[in-house]
T-cell receptor, first 114, second 115 residues
C-alpha cells in the first residue's frame, strides 16, 4: 500500500524568507502527487499536482514542487513567504488504477513570523 | 462555479447519539468522497461513490457509519451511535470521474464533537 510521509509537523519561517516543505512517498509505480493547503475552518485547496512530464510543477500562489523519483520525494517550495501563507499543508499520492483515491500525509503546520 | 457544499458546519452531540452530514458536490461531478480528518492527521477516505454506486467503502466502520447517494448527486453520511473517537472533521470532496487523474475538490467540512 502506498504511504506518504511529511517529516516536519511544524515549521516557522519569517515573512519574505524561502520555504521548503518535505514530502516522501512509498509506492512502486509512478505516483500522482498533490499538494493541498488547508486554512483554519476551511476545506482543502489544491496548490499543484504532478501527473507526468516536467518534474518541476508550478502551482497557485507562487508555489512550486519538484518530483524526484530517485528520492521518492515531492517537496513544496516558495521563494518568498507571505504572512497569508500560514496554514496547514498536506501532500497526497494517488496511482494509476487506484480509482482516483488519495492517501494523505499527516500535514505540516506553517507559521509565518512578521 | 459553485464549490462543494456541506452542512452543518459544526455539530456537538453526546456519545451514543446519532448524527447526519449532508454534501452537495460540484455540478456534473460523478464521483463523491467522504473523508474523516482527526485532529493532527491527514484526511482518511471513508467511502467513495461513482454516481449512486459505491466504489470503495473498505475503511468505513459499517457497524456505525452509513452513507448514501441515492440520486447520484448529493450525499448523506450518518453515524449511529456516535463514539468519542468519532470526533473529527468530516470532509466531502468531488471529482469528475473515477478513472484518470481528476483532481478532487473539497468542501469546508463538518466539525463533529462527541462528548
Amino acid at each position: 500500500a502506498q504511504s506518504v510521509t511529511q517529516p516536519d509537523i511544524h515549521i516557522t519561517v519569517s515573512e519574505g524568507a524561502s520555504l521548503e516543505l518535505r514530502c516522501n512517498y512509498s509506492y512502486g509505480a509512478t505516483p500522482y502527487l498533490f499538494w493541498y493547503v488547508q486554512s483554519p475552518g476551511q476545506g482543502l485547496q489544491l496548490l499543484l499536482k504532478y501527473f507526468s512530464g516536467d518534474t518541476l510543477v508550478q502551482g497557485i500562489k507562487g508555489f512550486e514542487a519538484e518530483f524526484k523519483r530517485s528520492q521518492s520525494s515531492f517537496n513544496l517550495r516558495k521563494p518568498s513567504v507571505h504572512w497569508s501563507d500560514a496554514a496547514e499543508y498536506f501532500c497526497a499520492v494517488g496511482y494509476t488504477g487506484g480509482g482516483n483515491k488519495l492517501t494523505f500525509g499527516t500535514g505540516t503546520q506553517l507559521k509565518v513570523e512578521l | 462555479e459553485a464549490g462543494v457544499a456541506q452542512s452543518p458546519r459544526y455539530k456537538i452531540i453526546e456519545k451514543r447519539q446519532s448524527v447526519a452530514f449532508w454534501c452537495n458536490p460540484i455540478s456534473g461531478h460523478a464521483t463523491l468522497y467522504w473523508y474523516q480528518q482527526i485532529l493532527g492527521q491527514g484526511p482518511k477516505l471513508l467511502i467513495q461513490f461513482q454516481n449512486n454506486g459505491v466504489v470503495d467503502d473498505s475503511q468505513l466502520p459499517k457497524d456505525r457509519f452509513s452513507a448514501e447517494r441515492l440520486k447520484g448527486v448529493d450525499s448523506t453520511l450518518k453515524i449511529q451511535p456516535a463514539k468519542l473517537e468519532d470526533s473529527a472533521v468530516y470532509l466531502c470532496a468531488s471529482s469528475l470521474a473515477v478513472q484518470g487523474t481528476y483532481e478532487q475538490y473539497f468542501g469546508p467540512g463538518t466539525r463533529l464533537t462527541v462528548t
